[in-house]
């Protein structure tokens, strides 16, 4: 859409507010909200914001950033095409935006430029990545200050008929949402947990699917809210439960609209190209899972027989692995020959976790890198040779961890502005020394909701 097709839009939908909304480095959504007649002016000169806003933790502490001092401003400059109504807030919109300088360029520490620039480098080498975040989350209810799962007595099975009926009405009142928004529900299921659901959406370009992971959560919140519930993103809301996960899915184009990753000539279909995009993304996991597991949290989620992945494996329809080639399907195989990416979960940035996932592949392009043979079982039930054939290492077990790992990776570094950088390792270093210095009962509740 365009400028005046925004305006139009939002006064024929009777919109009164609109925010303006941004992720901080640490994954939690943000916005500011105008009144529909300051939108003409806003959507040309954005929404004013303190450089010192990207400096704030997700426990809201301000952390002391050399260039992100409470002195200056930034602006917010929306994106007219991700101009949405919000289906669960009457008289609300929303409109997804980039952090700019007064002259319109990157101040250094804008997320969703950083994947801009990332997807253009990919682009420069003639591959175009579309991609999804398949989404987990539990339904609770707050009950006297705990959340408690919104479940039968004994659980639903997982799949099951009775866990569908339990959660019919919102489920359709969720895809509904989401559809009005231009999301493409493609499957939506009660999954293991007590209270745990999982949606899934099409997919689309690169920056889209990143917006679009922006607009699930606060769609997936909104409408729970309307309900009653609360609907957790967090990677562990409960330690005794299974894990939430937003697994990446994601697939290689060149630029005249074939596919780079499916060879029907090649060992089960999958391309050279892809297999160096699998050894890039391999070989720069451990510091990689700092940006796509990034919460002290995460960790929880990554550990070994949990189809989580807590290696750097990767295999043919593996859930174990951390890069699942998935198997296409019948008379569709180009179109649905992806890849996906399981070390993920919703506590990270999407722009941050998708923009490095794509500049780790694109570095074992660019060097021809080999993935190893691809790993045939669990890889916790593999001997140490058949680790060192498949190339497979061990994940970090900790946020302190990944982040030294980060901090020792030049691709990944290199990859973000110098701000940017200084940025994301400060404030994640603050969150892990916070939630290392207090309990679970800490760390489990300001995770439940922040994401």
Same mark, same amino acid.
């Given at each position: $859409?365009?400028?005046?097709?925004?305006?139009?839009?939002?006064?024929?939908?009777?919109? #009164?507010?609109?925010?303006?909304?941004?992720?901080?480095?640490?994954?939690? @959504?943000?916005?500011?909200?105008?009144?529909? *007649?300051?939108?003409?002016?806003?959507?040309?000169?954005?929404?004013?914001?303190?450089?010192?806003?990207?400096?704030?933790?997700?426990?809201?502490?301000?952390?002391?950033?050399?260039?992100?001092?409470?002195?200056?401003?930034?602006?917010? &400059?929306?994106?007219?095409?991700?101009?949405?109504?919000?289906?669960? @807030?009457?008289?609300? /919109?929303? +409109?997804?935006?980039?952090?700019?300088?007064?002259?319109?360029?990157?101040?250094?520490?804008?997320?969703?430029?950083?994947?801009?620039?990332?997807?253009?480098?990919?682009?420069? !080498?003639?591959?175009?990545?579309?991609?999804?975040?398949? %989404?987990?989350?539990?339904?609770?209810?707050? &009950?006297?200050?705990?959340?408690?799962?919104?479940?039968?007595?004994?659980?639903?099975?997982?799949?099951?008929?009775?866990?569908? *009926?339990?959660?019919?009405?919102? $489920?359709?009142?969720? &895809?509904?949402?989401?559809?009005?928004?231009? !999301?493409?529900?493609?499957?939506?299921?009660?999954?293991?947990?007590?209270?745990?659901?999982?949606?899934?959406?099409?997919?689309? *370009?690169?920056?889209?699917?990143?917006?679009?992971? $922006?607009?699930?959560? *606060?769609?997936?919140?909104?409408?729970?809210?309307?309900?009653?519930?609360?609907?957790?993103?967090?990677?562990?809301?409960?330690?005794?439960?299974?894990?939430?996960?937003?697994?990446?899915?994601?697939?290689?184009?060149?630029?005249?609209?074939?596919?780079?990753?499916?060879?029907?000539?090649?060992?089960?279909?999958?391309?050279?190209?892809?297999?160096?995009?699998?050894?890039? +993304?391999?070989?720069?996991?451990?510091?990689?899972?700092? !940006?796509? /597991?990034?919460?002290?949290?995460?960790?929880?989620?990554?550990?070994?027989?949990?189809?989580?992945?807590? #290696?750097?494996?990767?295999?043919?329809?593996?859930?174990?692995?951390?890069?699942?080639?998935?198997?296409?399907?019948?008379?569709?195989?180009? @179109?649905?020959? %992806?890849?996906?990416?399981?070390?993920?979960? =919703?506590?990270?940035?999407?722009?941050? @976790?998708?923009?490095?996932?794509?500049?780790?592949?694109?570095?074992?392009?660019?060097?021809?890198?080999?993935?190893?043979?691809? =790993?045939?079982?669990?890889?916790?039930?593999? #001997?140490?040779?058949?680790?060192?054939?498949?190339?497979?290492?061990?994940?970090?077990?900790?946020?302190?961890?990944?982040?030294?790992?980060?901090?020792?990776?030049?691709?990944?570094?290199?990859?973000?502005?110098?701000?940017?950088?200084?940025?994301?390792? =400060?404030?994640?270093?603050?969150?892990?020394?916070?939630?290392?210095? %207090?309990?679970?009962?800490?760390?489990?509740? %300001?995770?439940?909701?922040?994401?």
């Amino acid at each position: $859409m365009n400028h005046r097709e925004v305006v139009d839009l939002a006064r024929a939908s009777g919109v #009164t507010l609109i925010r303006f909304e941004y992720c901080d480095v640490s994954g939690v @959504a943000r916005s500011k909200a105008i009144h529909v *007649d300051s939108l003409d002016n806003k959507l040309v000169e954005g929404v004013n914001l303190t450089r010192a806003q990207m400096s704030i933790n997700m426990l809201e502490q301000v952390i002391p950033i050399e260039g992100m001092e409470p002195v200056g401003e930034i602006r917010l &400059v929306p994106d007219p095409n991700t101009f949405t109504v919000l289906p669960w @807030a009457p008289r609300h /919109a929303s +409109v997804l935006c980039d952090q700019l300088d007064h002259d319109r360029t990157d101040w250094g520490a804008c997320p969703r430029t950083y994947l801009k620039n990332i997807i253009a480098r990919a682009a420069a !080498m003639g591959i175009v990545v579309m991609a999804s975040f398949e %989404n987990e989350y539990y339904l609770a209810r707050d &009950v006297d200050g705990r959340y408690e799962p919104f479940d039968l007595t004994d659980h639903a099975p997982v799949y099951s008929p009775i866990g569908h *009926d339990l959660n019919a009405d919102l $489920m359709i009142e969720m &895809v509904d949402a989401l559809s009005a928004q231009g !999301m493409i529900p493609e499957q939506a299921i009660n999954e293991y947990g007590a209270g745990q659901q999982e949606i899934s959406i099409k997919y689309t *370009d690169a920056l889209g699917a990143a917006d679009n992971q $922006m607009k699930f959560r *606060d769609t997936i919140r909104g409408v729970a809210l309307r309900q009653g519930l609360l609907a957790s993103f967090a990677p562990k809301p409960y330690p005794d439960q299974i894990g939430s996960g937003a697994h990446i899915h994601f697939s290689l184009w060149d630029l005249e609209g074939r596919s780079a990753l499916y060879d029907p000539a090649a060992d089960r279909g999958l391309s050279a190209l892809g297999r160096h995009f699998i050894a890039g +993304v391999a070989e720069h996991l451990p510091a990689l899972v700092a !940006m796509t /597991a990034p919460s002290y949290n995460s960790y929880r989620r990554l550990q070994p027989s949990a189809w989580a992945s807590n #290696t750097t494996a990767w295999g043919f329809d593996n859930k174990e692995c951390a890069l699942r080639v998935a198997s296409p399907f019948y008379h569709r195989e180009e @179109a649905t020959y %992806n890849i996906e990416f399981k070390p993920s979960d =919703a506590s990270a940035n999407p722009y941050l @976790a998708l923009g490095a996932l794509i500049a780790a592949g694109l570095d074992g392009v660019e060097r021809a890198l080999d993935p190893g043979e691809p =790993a045939q079982h669990d890889p916790a039930q593999l #001997t140490p040779a058949e680790w060192e054939r498949s190339k497979i290492r061990a994940l970090p077990s900790s946020m302190h961890a990944a982040l030294d790992e980060l901090e020792k990776s030049p691709v990944l570094l290199a990859s973000m502005n110098d701000l940017l950088r200084r940025c994301y390792l =400060a404030v994640r270093r603050s969150e892990a020394v916070t939630f290392e210095s %207090n309990d679970e009962e800490f760390e489990i509740r %300001n995770h439940f909701y922040r994401f």
